[in-house]
Structures are given as C-alpha cells and as structure tokens.
C-alpha cells in the first residue's frame, strides 16, 4: 500500500539530523490518535517514525496479534532502540487501558523476549505509581530467583528493576531481594553519573529506601 503524503513528510521530517525524544512527544501531542497514520509509520521500519506511532495508535484497535506482530518488528532494532519502543508502547497505550493491561499479565511466559520484557516492567510500574502493591509479590520472587540469571538481557534488565521495587515497596522481601542482587552480581560494575542510582540491587534498594525515609 502507497503511503500517504502526510506519513511521507513525517517520515523525511524525522529523518533530518538530531531529533531529541521531546521533539517526538510533541508531534505525538499534537496529532493526538490517528491509527491508520500510525500503522503507516510503523511500516517504514525506522527507529523516530515508530516511535511517534508508539504515541498516536488507538489502543482499542490494537489487538494481541497485533502487538504480537509490533513486538516482532521490534526484535529487528538493536537492543536500545527496541528498548525504548517497547518501553515507550508500554507507557503510552499499553498502560492505559484495562483490557491491555490484563493482556501484559499474561506474557511472563511468553516466547517473545519484548513481551516478557513489558511483563516485568508492567510489574514494577505497579509498584513505583505508589498503589498498593499487587498480590503476586511471592510468585514473582519464585521466577525472579529461577529464571533471571538466563534471561536474554532486555527481560533481565526488567527483572532486575522489577526486583528493585518489590524490595523497596515491600519491605518483607526487602533480604531476599538484596541477597539475589548479591548471588547474581548484576550491574555491579556498573557505571553512573553523578545523582544517579545504580541498578545493582543492593545499591539501588538501600539508596530508594533512604530517599523515602
């Protein structure tokens, strides 16, 4: 299918030289919803065009095969910009609804790693938006300490973060968190800017807790 002139010209737009993330978001802002435009968008397979689609699909057209299929497209990007696509589609449409929300509860298991991903920083957004935390903290702890260590680097990340929250928002598995940062050692050789935290859990759950008193 001919894209439309209103897609190419967003297209060559965000092709020309630096474009900060902001930039983006305004654009998305001011296109608001506009699925068709932004199924046009994704089709181009560029990095800045499918992250403007990311913010102006209509979250009820997006069905599980679809963002099956969106999730494969992304696995195609290196690691950071699929990253920050899926991360920005969680927070843009797949957070804002029930329906997709009940959807990422499902996909712990799932074969795509993007998917696995959006679980788990699913689960952690639950935990830092300053609800009270979902009941699930034991069953997610039984995976955390089973599967994290193999996990493909994008989902282990998550898991890492997910981890990270549990142990600071809930306080009655704050040891089993820091002693699984300590038996895995991730991210512990990590580098961070200054006022930045460190994702090693021990680090990072000891620094979150001080913040909060």
């Known amino acids: 299918m001919a894209m439309s002139e209103q897609a190419k010209k967003l297209v060559a737009g965000l092709a020309q030289g630096i474009l900060l993330l902001g930039e ?14 932004a199924m046009e968008l994704w089709a181009s397979g560029e990095f800045r065009p499918r992250m403007l689609a990311t913010l102006i699909f209509d979250k009820k057209l997006l069905t599980e095969a679809v963002i099956e299929q969106l999730a494969a497209d992304m ?11 899926a ?39 639950l935990r830092w938006v300053g609800q009270a935390p979902p009941g699930n903290s034991v069953e997610l ?3 955390l300490e089973k599967n994290m260590a193999e996990e493909e680097p994008e989902v282990q990340w998550a898991m890492n ?13 704050r040891a089993r968190c ?6 895995l050692g991730l991210y512990k050789e990590e580098k961070v800017s200054k006022n930045c935290t460190p994702s090693y859990l021990p680090e990072f759950i000891r620094i979150e807790v001080a913040k909060r008193g």
């Open 24 to 37: 983006i978001k305004k654009r998305g802002a001011e296109i608001k919803k506009d699925h068709d435009l």
């Open 75 to 85: 696995s195609a990007h290196g690691m950071e910009e699929r990253c920050q696509l």
């Open 87 to 125: 991360d920005w589609f969680m927070a843009n449409q797949l957070a804002k609804g029930k329906k997709l929300a009940a959807l990422m509860l499902g996909w712990g298991g799932h074969p795509s790693p993007i998917l696995r991903r959006l679980f788990w920083y699913h689960q952690a957004r």
């Open 141 to 143: 702890m039984k995976s």
């Open 161 to 173: 973060f997910c981890a990270g929250q549990i142990g600071i928002h809930e306080p009655e598995f």
């Open 178 to 183: 820091v002693k699984l940062g300590e038996a």
